[in-house]
């Protein structure tokens, strides 16, 4: 863990040495050019030192987790990290600045402020002091904490043993032990008996604990004897390839005469010569179990030989790209499981031999309930959980204690300490760069949703994200997430047209948390649990519960970089000016929800600030100080009470994401529902924006926007006909613009846009269209607006208040590859039919207030993939739509403000499946609900 704090450091110092800062600061600081050039030396040895410090704990960090004297020494490090970190920030802001992210190199003329910024010489004398706890620490390192050596000890055996250790504890369990497997025990025994001649390998994929290696061995056990010879052999990331070939010729040798005498001598090449002479006319089954990286796959296949005898391979894996090394279509990914199962499970290890049938007594069943809840159907948890509780006292007394006090048996119990391993080894196999992100995330809430877009912004203020070529740090940082899920570390919740949303198991966050806590990494508020608040070094801060007494342990944190509110209740008065004065280095500062009136002007002294929430606040105006955040990323003042944004924000060359739009107290279907935010003239020298939501339509901020030649979204307001011509010759110079929102003045203006970006991916209009620009003859590529774009790119389509008078379908069924379509007051014919073969991968089709739409027919095959339908206000329509029948993946039929006699229909209409949700057009007091 105290790598991750290393890391950072060195990131930071990273950026002080680059681009020779001290030579070009040297003739505002004449006098300092000695001492300058002495600190970028001084600099450059902690650098040297870090990094090796660095390496050295990526692999001690391994064995002694739960060494004291190693934990002791590395809180001395951890504290030298930050302390350097620290002293860099005030070297940077000092003496200039050029960032790894884009930020521009500015210099201070001066000390402006010399009592709220250290003097050169003073960052020197720190430094120095640095480099001589550095010099002590790796002598006390000596003396005191064992060293890593080759041989047995080493961390990499460790680590294959501990994963060996692991595997037999979890791999041979007890029949009764495989709950909720059924389906796919059937299925892994059909795929090992087919009649397949040829070798087929079959991966098991999930998270750690959730049984793969269980129902591996309950298969193994069974169908083994039906091969010829079979093995089953343990990898870990750090694997030997000899030694996993030695097991395999072991194990299928066992019981066997001829066995060769020398296989301890043989090197990799005899090794793989014996074990293929061996299995070239044998059917074979080999279980691969906990597979880490596909080079190992790829490395131990070239021994086993692919014959045509209908041998089996079986890989268990917590990583989806090994898992996509399997035969096609034999992954099977095993799921928490249901709460029926994981209730069943629970019972058979906590009443086992106790209660007839495991039944559990009246009085402990809502604390069950309650504490299987906590395990979110993870087998290892509960059968560990439920043996825990077996051999307690079953009264309802010691069950609410264990209930409260869960997570700390998590933790400290010597009974779950299985469970922490399994766990962990996740962990400790993650790459570096990872490690932090997935901490980050366990700071939030259990349950927490997390949207794509707004994590990937977090990370990159934190600076967790490195460069990578020529990709952006979303690129990156995308990349990072996909990871993480792609190793069951995050858990994909959703994924559609508008993004993907994440959450982390609960079982999983808590071990995250108590290493966030231990390693100073982050800390949680609640209103009943701050633990490691007071002692924690000052680095991130989540507050998910209020305390009333928060703002008074402001007063002993120094070195807040991270403070994040998840409860808007809390009083804001005073909180903005205790941070401005107390967390000078801040970097994150999400205030989303806060009733925040105003801003202060001292929020312009914390030069490190890289991202600043302020959603749904009560802010009017922004200080003009905030023209001094040149390294803030991302501003959000959506849905505050900001109408005008100060002059100095076209100051912010770094800016990446800006979020500036005023909510009208309206519902989306009023066409004035929101509004733009002013931004002042100079809009177009932010040519590092990648996000722009919403500016005010003006004439000259219209023709600015082309300057943006990074923006790959844009929402803007306001927009009059005589501005479209403009807006036009801008977009097209936005090469990366794949979401556009253009929203007319008013619900009679035509919006005249004549041509898109080619990578547009998702378009939204909001206000009349001319008609000739989006249909053109029924022939989609040769409509202006259309033609330049790629349709295979092009999956989303919001039509609002367009009042077309053609039936728009025949011309957008060309975009073969939308899986969004969404029409508001945006055609005012009587019929609409989607024909077989149209919108092949639509998912999701929307059509509101269409006043005049009397008939909806669809054809056998049309819209083949279609999931959501929804069909409002619809007040011409008397017969149910012809053709619903036909769509067979459909999971949700809304039929929204419908008449009485219309709800007969559907109730009476076979094609409708008896399932459908509808509200009654019955206003004032609508009625909802559901058949």
Same mark, same amino acid.
């Given at each position: 863990m105290a790598e991750i704090v290393i890391l950072l450091a060195i990131k930071k110092v990273g950026i002080a040495l680059a681009n020779g800062a001290a030579d070009q600061a040297s003739s505002l600081f004449a006098k300092y050019t000695r001492q300058l050039v002495e600190l970028q030396g001084? +600099?450059?040895?902690?650098?040297?030192?870090?990094?090796?410090?660095?390496?050295?704990?990526?692999?001690?960090?391994?064995?002694?987790?739960?060494?004291?004297? @190693?934990?002791?020494?590395?809180?001395?490090?951890r504290k030298v990290a930050h302390v350097m970190e620290d002293n860099v920030d005030e070297y940077l802001y000092l003496v200039g600045r050029e960032h790894d992210i884009g930020c521009c190199f500015y210099l201070k003329t001066g000390f402006k402020k010399p009592r709220s910024l250290l003097s050169l010489n003073q960052i020197a004398s720190n430094v120095k002091a640095i480099e001589k706890d550095l010099a002590h620490l790796s002598e006390m390192k000596n003396r005191w904490v064992p060293m890593i050596h080759d041989g047995d000890s080493s961390s990499t055996n460790y680590i294959v043993k501990r994963s060996q250790d692991l595997a037999n504890i979890s791999g041979f369990l007890d029949e009764e032990d495989l709950v909720g497997v059924d389906k796919n025990r059937e299925k892994l025994e059909n795929w090992l008996s087919g009649h397949d001649f040829g070798c087929c390998v079959v991966a098991l994929l999930g998270m750690g604990g959730l049984g793969k290696t269980?129902?591996?061995?309950n298969v193994y056990k069974k169908e083994r004897e039906k091969f010829q010879c079979h093995a089953w052999v343990s990898i870990s990331q750090t694997y030997s390839i000899e030694a996993v070939l030695r097991t395999i010729i072991e194990e299928l040798f066992k019981d066997k005469v001829n066995v060769p005498s020398n296989i301890a001598a043989m090197d990799i090449t005899c090794l793989q010569e014996t074990l293929k002479r061996f299995l070239e006319q044998?059917? @074979?089954?080999?279980?691969?179990?906990?597979?880490?990286?596909?080079?190992?796959?790829?490395?131990?296949?070239?021994?086993? +030989?692919?014959?045509?005898?209908?041998?089996?391979?079986i890989m268990t894996t917590r990583e989806r790209a090994v898992a996509a090394l399997s035969s096609e279509g034999h992954i099977l990914t095993l799921e928490a499981l249901s709460e029926d199962d994981a209730w069943e499970l629970f019972y058979k290890k906590a009443f086992t031999k106790d209660r007839i049938n495991h039944e559990c007594p009246v009085e402990l069943t809502a604390l069950s309930e309650e504490i299987v809840s906590k395990c979110k159907g993870l087998p290892l948890a509960i059968v560990s959980v439920g043996s825990l509780l077996h051999v307690r006292e079953k009264t309802v007394e010691e069950w609410r204690r264990i209930n409260d006090q869960l997570s700390w048996e998590l933790i400290h119990n010597s009974r779950l300490d299985h469970v922490r391993n399994v766990l962990n080894l996740s962990f400790i196999?993650?790459?570096?760069?990872?490690?932090? *992100?997935?901490?980050? *995330?366990?700071?939030f809430p259990e349950d927490y949703i997390f949207h794509r877009k707004k994590l990937v912004r977090l990370w990159i203020a934190e600076e967790f994200i490195e460069e990578r070529g020529v990709s952006t740090l979303e690129e990156v940082a995308e990349g990072y997430l996909k990871e993480l899920v792609d190793r069951?570390?995050?858990?994909?919740?959703?994924?559609?047209?508008?993004?993907?949303?994440f959450k982390m198991h609960d079982i999983l966050r808590e071990l995250a948390v108590d290493l966030c806590q231990k390693d100073c990494f982050g800390v949680i508020y609640e209103e009943d649990n701050c633990v490691g608040f007071l002692e924690m070094d000052g680095r991130r801060l989540v507050v998910q519960k209020l305390k009333k007494d928060i703002l008074e342990l402001f007063s002993i944190v120094h070195r807040l970089r991270t403070f994040i509110t998840l409860d808007n209740s809390m009083p804001s008065f005073t909180l903005l000016p205790q941070l401005s004065n107390k967390s000078r280095y801040m970097t994150v500062l999400e205030l989303s929800g806060l009733p925040i009136e105003k801003i202060p002007d001292a929020i312009g002294d914390l030069f490190n600030l890289c991202h600043l929430g302020l959603l749904d606040s009560k802010v009017k105006l922004l200080p003009k100080s905030v023209e001094k955040l040149l390294n803030l990323l991302? &501003?959000?003042?959506?849905?505050?009470?900001?109408?005008?944004?100060?002059?100095?924000?076209?100051? &912010?060359?770094?800016?990446?994401?800006?979020?500036a739009e005023k909510g009208n107290g309206l519902t989306w279907r009023n066409f004035q529902c929101r509004s733009g935010v002013c931004i002042p003239n100079g809009l177009g020298s932010l040519t590092n924006l990648q996000t722009l939501k919403a500016p005010e339509a003006r004439h000259e901020s219209v023709g600015q926007l082309g300057e943006l030649r990074q923006l790959t979204s844009l929402r803007i307001w306001n927009i009059k006909g005589f501005y479209c011509e403009r807006l036009s010759e801008s977009l097209v110079q936005m090469r990366f613009l794949s979401y556009l929102y253009v929203s007319a003045s008013d619900e009679h203006e035509v919006l005249q846009l004549t041509a898109l970006p080619p990578n547009m991916q998702k378009l939204s209009l909001r206000g009349r269209s001319a008609e000739d620009l989006i249909l053109s003859l029924h022939a989609l590529d040769e409509s202006p607006l259309f033609q330049a774009v790629a349709e295979q790119n092009f999956y989303s389509l919001h039509l609002d208040w367009s009042q077309?008078?053609?039936?728009?379908?025949?011309?957008?069924?060309?975009?073969?590859?939308?899986?969004? &379509?969404?029409?508001?007051?945006?055609?005012?014919?009587?019929?609409?039919a989607f024909l077989t073969g149209w919108f092949p991968k639509l998912k999701t089709l929307s059509l509101r207030d269409l006043p005049n739409l009397k008939r909806l027919e669809i054809l056998q095959g049309a819209m083949a993939t279609l999931e959501n339908l929804y069909l409002v206000n619809l007040s011409s329509m008397t017969e149910v739509p012809a053709g619903l029948e036909f769509l067979m993946p459909l999971q949700y039929l809304a039929f929204r403000e419908i008449s009485s006699d219309f709800l007969t229909s559907?109730?009476?209409?076979?094609?409708?499946?008896?399932?459908?949700? @509808?509200s009654l057009r019955r206003l004032p007091d609508t009625l909802a609900g559901n058949v």
């Open positions: 001084s +600099i450059g040895r902690v650098a040297r030192e870090l990094h090796v410090l660095h390496d050295v704990l990526c692999q001690m960090d391994i064995r002694n987790r739960n060494n004291q004297v @190693y934990e002791g020494w590395l809180e001395g490090v269980a129902l591996a061995a044998k059917k @074979y089954l080999i279980v691969l179990d906990d597979v880490w990286t596909p080079e190992t796959f790829h490395d131990l296949s070239k021994a086993l +030989i692919h014959n045509d005898k209908g041998s089996r391979i196999y993650l790459p570096t760069h990872l490690k932090s *992100c997935f901490l980050y *995330c366990s700071l069951n570390m995050l858990q994909l919740v959703e994924k559609n047209s508008f993004g993907s949303k991302t &501003l959000d003042v959506c849905s505050s009470e900001i109408e005008e944004l100060p002059g100095g924000i076209v100051k &912010l060359k770094n800016l990446r994401h800006l979020f077309l008078r053609e039936d728009p379908l025949p011309s957008l069924s060309r975009l073969s590859n939308l899986t969004k &379509l969404d029409f508001t007051r945006a055609y005012n014919g009587e019929q609409l559907l109730r009476q209409c076979s094609a409708t499946r008896g399932r459908f949700w @509808y």
